[in-house]
């Protein structure tokens, strides 16, 4: 009974630990790695929400930087891709805006040159949660890739966050400024000293993150 006990304990360990959520890329830092561009259009690293050549207003974006296509403007084309992987999570989530035209601006999952998921934004600057089921591939090497191939207003594509998961709707980290949470229009200010929460006093915060449909 105990040799059946620790097998099933194992086995759900071993469960567990394949659904982990794993990120690929947070679209962090000075560069793009190991990604491969094509055109000027993502620039030489990722966008920051305060940029001035950004959309005006982008949020939703993950931590303090994304993938975005409007380093030149809505004009600047180009394209991102990432080295082959292999599938191994049922899900790929991520954080999407810019334009809606598939095949111009949106992200795609190719196996060879064939695309396999496809996925754009709304016509604005929010990047909202996506998630693509893809047990179906599992094991087969794919890559993805960033495309902006248009060049008029509102032609272009946003992207961040990108992990493996094992749920169809993981969480996504809120926007972060100098490492401290960051949402245009609200200010956060070091804390006071000598503030405190009268003995018998009720403190109630509401705080939302609508476009991550995240409400606490």
Not at 41 to 62: E, M, N
Request: overall charge negative; glycine content about 12%; charged content about 20%.
């Amino acid at each position: 009974m105990t040799i059946l006990r620790c097998a099933l304990v194992a086995s759900t360990l071993a469960l567990h630990l394949q659904a982990a959520d794993r990120v690929f890329e947070p679209f962090e830092g000075d560069g793009f790695g190991t990604w491969q561009e094509t055109g000027k259009a993502f620039g030489k690293a990722p966008a920051t929400g305060g940029h001035g050549t950004q959309p005006d207003k982008v949020r939703g974006y993950a931590g303090e930087s994304f993938a975005s296509s409007f380093a030149e403007g809505a004009a600047g084309m180009g394209s991102l891709t990432s080295p082959p992987f292999a599938i191994e999570h049922p899900h790929i989530s991520f954080l999407i805006g810019g334009g809606s035209k598939k095949g111009l601006t949106s992200i795609q999952l190719l196996i060879g040159d064939q695309i396999m998921r496809e996925a754009t934004g709304q016509n604005d600057s929010i990047l909202r949660p996506r998630t693509w089921e893809v047990s179906d591939l599992k094991g087969q090497q794919v890559r993805l890739r960033l495309v902006d191939a248009a060049a008029r207003e509102g032609d272009y594509i946003l992207v961040d966050h990108i992990l493996f998961a094992g749920k169809s709707d993981p969480n996504f980290p809120g926007a972060t400024r100098d490492g401290r949470p960051f949402n245009p229009g609200l200010v956060s200010t070091d804390t006071l000293p000598g503030v405190t929460i009268p003995e018998g006093s009720r403190l109630e915060i509401f705080a939302t993150h609508e476009e991550h449909d995240v409400y606490s």
